[in-house]
């Protein structure tokens, strides 16, 4: 439609406030802040340890149904929130995960929000930011490297070549590197072996960083890391090859959470970037934590559908960091409902209000789900100008008679003023109390019992497939004395099965467990399931191809 502008020409034209002002917004003095560039800012350590006395505020988290081709807008949603909280005169600040390089050169492109409800600098946010992804990948591959040479000069450690468990990293999406063979070319390039490379997102050293409360803390958990194993399997410990403080070193200022502001000036503070279907799909607890501190109210989200962000963020991030949410927003489209009834997407612009109520199952599954860990909920509808009035009315009539309420959001398009009436109501919401947050399960339940837990609460399966070598390795870690971490499950994000193609709420399927992995740095067991690849590839046209600087030197294609 002509006259509309791209989310690109709506965030160049944004009125950023200078870095300082923003961070005064939350009561930041210009010395907590550690300034990159003139729109963006790290947070002090000092400052941030000087918060520790404050109460917190509401801590809001946003949500959505499975991911489609179609688009659900979380991370717009989330802005948008937080934008029409601080329309109605709430304190406000909005919480994120930082983008990969890899999706924004891949098939998603970026991640910063959309339409009038996005964050700025938005090339920054989507490209190398203040270099936090950098410092993970090097503190990860400088580990593999120190492993490699403990082995060269005599490992003195007993390191079993076959059961090396710490692969390398790469922030970029490159299927040739899952799988190679290292160290060929004679004895001075060391002991031939196989080994591959994950994506950075996918890294423990990630989820360490997401999960520490200060840079002593994320020490610990990176020498708790687990790099291989002996012949008698005990393992070894990146504090067994005492790369754990110089990992540290490398960082020292990743660890500080990134300032910087919405379209309309609201405060975000944007800090680590674990995937969901891969790993545990949260911002950092420093962040959160030092947004509860400096506002009334947190709005965060969690990657990917509910049944993997929402879990991990309350099974993993919350249980561990002691997080109390007091309400949930969960996000949906009437184009993604479509799919889910069965929609092509190339056939999305056409009314069909059949499929739309067809496909809301995977919405009513969802909301189900979240009301099992305590939280009350709400519907956004993420509005298109595709959608019609039948077609949204469908999916208000559906989550009425789940008793639950829904509103039609207009943030794309209209900024806050688009989402004032949820925002009112979220803070109405969080402000009463309701919550009564538990985790899905204890943490005393058997590794084994947690992922057929998670299968049949949250995926509505009938059970797992969890071979015997599978088992005897959880059994084993229970006796090590890793029993009571919970269970971080890799899956694909299009369904509740570990079938992508299975859409809606698929029920009474097996989820096949093929792999286990301790990240017993980051304290929980990944459960690989299914075709879940730590390493993702390119599409047949990858968003790379369009990505491009114009004659004035602006990036083009970003979005």
């Given at each position: 439609?002509?006259?509309?502008?791209?989310?690109?020409?709506?965030?160049?034209?944004?009125?950023?406030?200078?870095?300082?002002?923003?961070?005064?917004?939350?009561?930041?003095?210009?010395?907590?802040?550690?300034?990159?560039?003139?729109?963006?800012?790290?947070?002090?350590a000092g400052f941030i340890r000087s918060l520790g006395e404050r109460a917190d505020g509401k801590l809001i988290l946003?949500?959505?149904?499975?991911?489609?081709?179609?688009?659900?807008?979380?991370?717009?949603?989330?802005?948008?929130?937080?934008?029409?909280?601080?329309?109605?005169?709430?304190?406000?600040?909005?919480?994120?995960?930082?983008?990969?390089?890899?999706?924004?050169?891949?098939?998603?492109?970026?991640?910063?929000?959309?339409?009038?409800?996005?964050?700025?600098?938005?090339?920054?946010?989507?490209?190398?930011?203040?270099?936090?992804?950098?410092?993970?990948?090097?503190?990860?591959?400088?580990?593999?490297?120190?492993?490699?040479?403990?082995?060269?000069?005599?490992?003195?450690?007993?390191?079993?070549?076959?059961?090396?468990?710490?692969?390398?990293?790469?922030?970029?999406?490159?299927?040739?590197?899952?799988?190679?063979?290292?160290?060929?070319?004679?004895?001075?390039?060391?002991?031939?072996?196989?080994?591959?490379?994950?994506?950075?997102?996918?890294?423990?050293?990630?989820?360490?960083?997401?999960?520490?409360?200060?840079?002593?803390?994320?020490?610990?958990?990176?020498?708790?890391?687990?790099?291989?194993?002996?012949?008698?399997?005990?393992?070894?410990?990146?504090?067994?090859?005492?790369?754990?403080?110089?990992?540290?070193?490398?960082?020292?200022?990743?660890?500080?959470?990134?300032?910087?502001?919405?379209?309309?000036?609201?405060?975000?503070?944007?800090?680590?970037?674990?995937?969901?279907?891969?790993?545990?799909?949260?911002?950092?607890?420093?962040?959160?934590?030092?947004?509860?501190?400096?506002?009334?109210?947190?709005?965060?989200?969690?990657?990917?559908?509910?049944?993997?962000?929402?879990?991990?963020?309350?099974?993993?991030?919350?249980?561990?960091?002691?997080?109390?949410?007091?309400?949930?927003?969960?996000?949906?489209?009437?184009?993604?409902?479509?799919?889910?009834?069965?929609?092509?997407?190339?056939?999305?612009?056409?009314?069909?209000?059949?499929?739309?109520?067809?496909?809301?199952?995977?919405?009513?599954?969802?909301?189900?789900?979240?009301?099992?860990?305590?939280?009350?909920?709400?519907?956004?509808?993420?509005?298109?100008?595709?959608?019609?009035?039948?077609?949204?009315?469908?999916?208000?009539?559906?989550?009425?008679?789940?008793?639950?309420?829904?509103?039609?959001?207009?943030?794309?398009?209209?900024?806050?003023?688009?989402?004032?009436?949820?925002?009112?109501?979220?803070?109405?919401?969080?402000?009463?109390?309701?919550?009564?947050?538990?985790?899905?399960?204890?943490?005393?339940?058997?590794?084994?019992?947690?992922?057929?837990?998670?299968?049949?609460?949250?995926?509505?399966?009938?059970?797992?497939?969890?071979?015997?070598?599978?088992?005897?390795?959880?059994?084993?870690?229970?006796?090590?004395?890793?029993?009571?971490?919970?269970?971080?499950?890799?899956?694909?994000?299009?369904?509740?099965?570990?079938?992508?193609?299975?859409?809606?709420?698929?029920?009474?399927?097996?989820?096949?467990?093929?792999?286990?992995?301790?990240?017993?740095?980051?304290?929980?067991?990944?459960?690989?399931?299914?075709?879940?690849?730590?390493?993702?590839?390119?599409?047949?046209?990858?968003?790379?191809?369009?990505?491009?600087?114009?004659?004035?030197?602006?990036?083009?294609?970003?979005?």
């Amino acid at each position: 439609m002509t006259g509309i502008k791209s989310d690109i020409e709506i965030a160049r034209a944004a009125q950023k406030r200078p870095i300082g002002e923003v961070g005064a917004m939350l009561g930041i003095p210009d010395d907590a802040l550690i300034p990159y560039g003139r729109d963006k800012a790290k947070l002090d350590a000092g400052f941030i340890r000087s918060l520790g006395e404050r109460a917190d505020g509401k801590l809001i988290l946003v949500t959505a149904i499975n991911p489609t081709p179609a688009g659900e807008g979380k991370t717009t949603t989330t802005v948008g929130l937080g934008d029409g909280l601080s329309r109605i005169g709430r304190k406000v600040a909005i919480c994120l995960r930082e983008p990969s390089l890899g999706p924004c050169f891949g098939v998603k492109g970026g991640a910063a929000g959309g339409g009038h409800a996005q964050v700025v600098p938005m090339e920054d946010l989507n490209l190398h930011f203040t270099g936090d992804f950098h410092a993970i990948t090097a503190a990860h591959n400088l580990l593999a490297a120190m492993v490699d040479n403990h082995i060269h000069w005599g490992n003195e450690q007993g390191i079993d070549v076959r059961r090396f468990v710490w692969r390398r990293v790469v922030d970029m999406n490159d299927r040739a590197l899952r799988d190679v063979v290292l160290s060929l070319g004679g004895v001075g390039n060391g002991f031939p072996r196989q080994g591959g490379f994950d994506i950075t997102v996918a890294s423990e050293v990630m989820a360490c960083l997401c999960l520490a409360t200060d840079l002593a803390d994320l020490q610990r958990r990176l020498g708790d890391m687990i790099v291989a194993y002996r012949r008698d399997k005990t393992p070894v410990f990146a504090k067994d090859i005492e790369a754990d403080g110089a990992m540290a070193v490398l960082l020292k200022d990743a660890m500080l959470p990134n300032l910087v502001q919405t379209i309309e000036n609201t405060p975000v503070l944007v800090h680590g970037g674990p995937f969901a279907n891969i790993a545990h799909g949260c911002n950092s607890v420093v962040a959160t934590k030092a947004g509860l501190k400096l506002a009334d109210y947190v709005v965060t989200e969690a990657g990917f559908g509910a049944d993997l962000g929402a879990e991990k963020f309350f099974d993993i991030k919350c249980r561990k960091a002691g997080l109390r949410p007091a309400a949930t927003v969960l996000v949906a489209t009437v184009r993604a409902l479509k799919m889910n009834g069965g929609v092509a997407k190339s056939e999305l612009g056409r009314e069909d209000v059949a499929a739309v109520t067809a496909g809301c199952v995977n919405l009513g599954r969802h909301i189900g789900n979240i009301r099992k860990f305590g939280v009350p909920v709400v519907v956004a509808i993420n509005h298109f100008v595709s959608d019609t009035l039948a077609e949204i009315e469908a999916v208000q009539a559906y989550v009425a008679g789940l008793g639950a309420e829904v509103f039609l959001c207009r943030h794309w398009a209209e900024g806050s003023a688009g989402i004032e009436p949820l925002a009112r109501r979220v803070a109405e919401l969080a402000d009463a109390g309701e919550a009564a947050f538990a985790p899905l399960y204890p943490d005393r339940m058997p590794l084994a019992e947690k992922i057929e837990t998670v299968a049949r609460e949250i995926y509505g399966a009938a059970g797992v497939s969890i071979g015997p070598a599978v088992l005897d390795q959880l059994q084993t870690w229970e006796a090590e004395g890793y029993g009571d971490l919970p269970v971080c499950m890799a899956k694909t994000q299009y369904s509740f099965s570990a079938d992508p193609t299975l859409l809606g709420a698929p029920s009474g399927h097996t989820v096949p467990v093929r792999e286990v992995r301790l990240s017993a740095g980051a304290g929980f067991v990944v459960a690989i399931c299914g075709d879940t690849l730590t390493m993702p590839g390119l599409p047949r046209r990858p968003s790379a191809e369009r990505i491009y600087l114009n004659e004035d030197g602006q990036i083009e294609g970003l979005f």
